[in-house]
């Protein structure tokens, strides 16, 4: 007994004539008595009882079709339910965001998700790459955007895209209006720089070991905001990607100085777990997040150049990657 068998007997019931449900169905009057037949045989009861005008269910066929309809109902009601939760998907996700991006790019994915997903709730951390990453492993986080860096089999990863750094400061500009500055003249200056496990300082230092140069750290800070302050009292420059700082730039509070030979770049990615398999809220939101970055990239609110190439199509996780 399947669905289709059950649907073709409440039609023929609800009509009294076979003929009159085979029109209905668009099915052979042929067809539609042999998958009766069929139905009666595998019951081992008849359930119609054929008459010149038409049929009429016996008690059997009675309580196959009270029953069928319920079953009908309930599938249709548990189709029409996952179609609209396949089109407004709900949840809980968890995103882990840098403190760098997270300044900038929280509120406004907290609000592009509320309009187009509102059955989604979205719990934002932040923290060090390398903590996200331990959570993102321990499925304790859904979803994590990070620096690349290292090598990892273990989880999903997209990569999104690469921004510069810059040397910030603030009080007198540094070097005049030179636009750029090499990167080894980081040696003579006072640094306010994350900690050593810090994505940010990471790359810098492996920046300063290739050009063989030394860099004096007056102080290691981990959240951005104090980093900010630091700077702001000019304890020291920093070094980071010019999004972090576009807020304080365009208020003339800070000013930024672009690093050249070479020019340290930073490479976000999107990781998620291999397993299990990503929730369709979750889905929703790295579509979401992919969508405000190529916004962001494109009106010039995140200095950067994308690592792919934007499509309405869906798009899928490597399983996994060596990272760069």
Known sequence: MDAKQLRYFVRIVETGSISRAAADLRVAQSALSL?????????GVLLLVRKKRGVTPTECGELL???ARSILGQFESAVQEIRSYAANPAGNVTLGLPASIAAFFAAPLLMQLKNRYPSITLRIVDGVPSRLLAEVQESRIDL???AEAGANSTLGVERLLSEKLYLVGAGRRRFGNAPAVKTARLASLPLVLPGRDHGIRLLIEEVAAKLGIELTVNFQVDAVTAIKDL???EFGVTVLPG????DEIKRGEFWAVELVNPTPLRNIVLVRP???PPTR???AARSVIRDLIVKLVNDGDWPATLLFTPTSEPYLFVESVDWL
């Open 281 to 283: 809220a979750s889905d």
């Open 35 to 43: 998958h009766i037949a069929n139905l009666e045989d595998e019951l």
């Open 243 to 246: 999004a972090a700082v576009r």
């Open 65 to 67: 079709f009270n029953r």
């Open 144 to 146: 994590a955007l990070v």
């Open 274 to 276: 291999v397993k299990p």
């Open 231 to 233: 700077v702001r009292l």
